[in-house]
């Protein structure tokens, strides 16, 4: 019963850290989207919220908080309040199995923890992919209950787009997880060790290069990002499935995106880059000495990853402009999924006459 | 030919072309915009601001009531009642003088239109209102804005041309137009 409670605690604090630290990284990245895009286009982003506009964030927080919750006429009072908790929950439940450093275990009060993963289950990979798609539920449901069309074109589009983009998310991964042989992330990231060419990216046999690209595309597509950003297209669906939002929902759908960003980085850095490994074997810190802060150097490698592809998106959508509705159908079905599958079929072969 | 159009695609050449350009504006980052409430653009000389009504040094109208920038408003903003001034049925006035500025366009025409100069461009250019009502001046407003802009007042235009002073001879006195 003590380890029961003890088992508890610990991991309620540890979901505690990991929540503190995404809805952080949000506001950080409310602000750095913003602050970027602007200086791509020769603008200087927000300037009046504090020095340099760093305060934006939170004057955003406070006004979204503030804001009049407005429930349209005719709309379905129970889903149209589900949806964006839906969206919300999906989109913050895959961080329970990312891996966030090494997988090391402490030992406290006579029972092993591992730190820095919530919950280390052997379908991680698996179960991150069934809850993103639960989240087009929040999606598609928010756009029909809002009694508007412009929601339920948006959501509809959303659908769609999650779906076939889903399927090239799961099909580029299964290129990695044949290599790696095992769904647990903890698992993927250790198989990637060493030198930066132990990264599936690049990693003998066979490169999952091409995997990489697609899983990166599909990613931009299945968060609604530009230039795949069709469900939320506001020049023309005012802004999609969460038209007639306002508040705190609205909040929820807006924190929910950029949680799916945050998560799809985690997965690209996780499964493609290595994860927590560093480009050399080891850490820097463990060789100088400080074995017990190597952990702090796996970590920084980790988010430093990770921000690497938070950046891309801002890039991606300061230059690409927005994909056609049968463009992005016709790339996602005819171009993306092929490359995929012959991804899966190559590297299956290779796998199996050189096995690692 | 077609071979290096198909390396281009399946490379994302464009795309890196395009992603390249947005990554030398952030390093080369120089800002083109201002930071508008604290800080403001020049205005070029002719800057075609708040329209407003001159008056002569000594203080009098120059508006004569002739109508003529209401007939050249494209978008009738300009809406002018014209009377005797009283006492000298020779000369008339704008007894009121409305300018309805939600329409105005500045395009000027009715700067142009003037015959005697009375109206002018100013280089005021924050009207924003809350209520659009505001927006509906009248000469008394018109005339102050024209004072504050204008501090340099141009001589009645008998006294700037002795030539065409003979038309004027029958004023000795100056007539105090409006109040």
Same mark, same amino acid.
Request: proline share 5%; aromatic share 14%; with cysteine.
């Given at each position: 019963?003590? +380890?029961?409670?003890?088992? !508890?605690?610990?991991?309620?604090?540890?979901?505690?850290?990991? !929540?503190?630290?995404? *809805?952080?990284?949000?506001?950080?990245?409310?602000?750095?989207?913003? =602050?970027?895009?602007?200086? !791509?286009?020769?603008?200087?982003?927000? *300037? +009046?919220?504090?020095?340099?506009?760093?305060?934006?964030?939170?004057?955003? @927080?406070?006004?979204? &908080?503030?804001?009049?919750?407005?429930?349209?006429?005719?709309?379905?009072?129970?889903?149209?309040?589900?949806?964006?908790?839906?969206?919300?929950?999906?989109?913050?439940?895959?961080?329970?199995?990312?891996?966030?450093?090494?997988?090391?275990?402490?030992?406290?009060? @006579?029972?092993?923890? =591992?730190?820095?993963?919530?919950?280390?289950?052997?379908?991680?990979?698996?179960?991150?992919?069934?809850?993103?798609?639960?989240?087009?539920?929040?999606?598609?449901?928010?756009?029909?209950?809002?009694?508007?069309?412009?929601?339920?074109?948006?959501?509809?589009?959303?659908?769609?787009?999650?779906?076939?983009?889903?399927?090239?998310?799961?099909?580029?991964?299964?290129?990695?997880?044949?290599?790696?042989?095992?769904?647990?992330?903890? =698992?993927?990231?250790?198989?990637?060790? $060493?030198?930066?060419?132990?990264?599936?990216?690049?990693?003998?046999?066979?490169?999952?290069?091409?995997?990489?690209?697609?899983?990166?595309?599909?990613?931009?597509?299945?968060?609604?990002?530009?230039? &795949?950003?069709?469900?939320?297209? +506001?020049?023309?669906?005012?802004?999609?499935?969460?038209?007639?939002?306002?508040?705190?929902?609205?909040?929820?759908?807006?924190?929910?995106?950029?949680?799916? !960003?945050?998560?799809?980085?985690?997965?690209?850095?996780?499964?493609?880059?290595?994860?927590?490994?560093?480009?050399?074997? $080891?850490?820097?810190?463990?060789? *100088?000495?400080?074995?017990?802060?190597?952990?702090?150097?796996?970590?920084?490698?980790?988010?430093?990853?990770?921000?690497? &592809?938070?950046?891309?998106?801002?890039?991606?959508?300061?230059?690409?402009?927005?994909?056609?509705?049968?463009?992005?159908?016709?790339? @996602?079905?005819?171009? *993306?999924?092929?490359?995929?599958?012959?991804?899966?079929?190559?590297?299956?072969?290779?796998?199996?006459?050189?096995?690692? | 030919?077609?071979?290096?159009?198909?390396?281009?695609?399946?490379?994302?050449?464009?795309?890196?072309?395009?992603?390249?350009?947005?990554?030398?504006?952030?390093?080369?980052?120089?800002?083109?915009?201002?930071?508008?409430?604290?800080?403001?653009?020049?205005?070029?000389?002719?800057?075609?601001?708040?329209?407003?009504?001159?008056?002569?040094?000594?203080?009098?109208?120059?508006?004569?009531?002739?109508?003529?920038?209401?007939?050249?408003?494209?978008?009738?903003?300009?809406?002018?009642?014209?009377?005797?001034?009283?006492?000298?049925?020779?000369?008339?006035?704008?007894?009121?003088?409305?300018?309805?500025?939600?329409?105005?366009?500045?395009?000027?025409?009715?700067?142009?239109?003037?015959?005697?100069?009375?109206?002018?461009?100013?280089?005021?250019?924050?009207?924003?209102?809350?209520?659009?009502?505001?927006?509906?001046?009248?000469?008394?407003?018109?005339?102050?804005?024209?004072?504050?802009?204008?501090?340099?007042?141009?001589?009645?235009?008998?006294?700037?041309?002795?030539?065409?002073?003979?038309?004027?001879?029958?004023?000795?006195?100056?007539?105090?137009?409006?109040?």
């Amino acid at each position: 019963m003590a +380890e029961l409670a003890l088992r !508890m605690a610990f991991s309620l604090a540890q979901i505690t850290v990991v !929540m503190g630290v995404i *809805m952080l990284t949000i506001m950080v990245l409310t602000l750095a989207e913003r =602050k970027v895009l602007g200086w !791509m286009q020769d603008r200087m982003g927000p *300037m +009046e919220v504090g020095p340099y506009g760093i305060l934006q964030p939170v004057a955003d @927080g406070l006004k979204l &908080f503030f804001k009049e919750d407005i429930v349209p006429a005719g709309a379905n009072r129970f889903l149209f309040s589900l949806a964006p908790i839906l969206a919300l929950v999906a989109a913050l439940i895959g961080f329970a199995v990312v891996p966030f450093g090494p997988d090391t275990t402490i030992e406290l009060f @006579g029972i092993q923890f =591992k730190p820095f993963i919530i919950s280390d289950i052997n379908i991680g990979i698996l179960y991150i992919l069934a809850f993103t798609s639960i989240g087009a539920y929040g999606v598609i449901l928010g756009g029909w209950a809002s009694n508007s069309k412009y929601s339920l074109l948006g959501g509809l589009r959303s659908a769609a787009q999650v779906i076939s983009y889903e399927l090239n998310v799961g099909l580029a991964i299964v290129g990695v997880l044949l290599l790696a042989g095992s769904l647990s992330l903890v =698992k993927i990231t250790q198989a990637q060790a $060493g030198w930066f060419w132990n990264w599936y990216v690049f990693a003998p046999p066979f490169p999952q290069l091409l995997a990489f690209v697609v899983y990166v595309i599909s990613a931009v597509a299945e968060t609604n990002r530009v230039p &795949f950003d069709l469900p939320e297209a +506001e020049s023309e669906l005012v802004a999609g499935f969460f038209t007639e939002y306002s508040g705190m929902r609205f909040a929820f759908f807006f924190i929910a995106e950029y949680a799916n !960003m945050i998560l799809v980085s985690c997965i690209a850095a996780a499964l493609f880059l290595g994860g927590w490994n560093a480009p050399y074997p $080891g850490t820097a810190l463990a060789r *100088m000495g400080f074995v017990q802060f190597a952990w702090v150097e796996n970590v920084v490698w980790f988010a430093a990853k990770v921000y690497f &592809f938070l950046f891309l998106f801002f890039w991606l959508r300061a230059t690409l402009p927005r994909l056609r509705y049968d463009q992005l159908m016709r790339f @996602g079905w005819k171009v *993306m999924l092929p490359i995929a599958l012959g991804n899966i079929l190559v590297t299956a072969i290779a796998a199996y006459l050189f096995p690692r | 030919m077609k071979f290096k159009a198909w390396l281009k695609t399946i490379t994302f050449y464009e795309i890196l072309v395009g992603m390249a350009a947005t990554m030398r504006h952030l390093l080369r980052y120089k800002p083109i915009t201002l930071q508008y409430p604290h800080e403001k653009r020049t205005l070029p000389d002719s800057y075609r601001g708040m329209l407003a009504l001159l008056r002569y040094d000594d203080g009098t109208e120059k508006c004569v009531g002739c109508d003529l920038c209401e007939a050249a408003c494209p978008s009738r903003v300009i809406r002018v009642v014209s009377s005797e001034v009283p006492g000298e049925p020779t000369k008339r006035y704008a007894s009121e003088y409305y300018m309805d500025m939600t329409r105005c366009l500045f395009c000027g025409m009715c700067v142009e239109a003037c015959p005697v100069d009375a109206l002018g461009m100013t280089r005021e250019y924050e009207w924003a209102v809350y209520d659009k009502r505001n927006l509906l001046l009248n000469k008394q407003q018109l005339l102050a804005i024209g004072d504050r802009s204008y501090p340099v007042r141009e001589k009645r235009l008998e006294f700037q041309h002795p030539n065409v002073a003979f038309f004027n001879v029958a004023f000795k006195n100056l007539p105090a137009k409006g109040t």
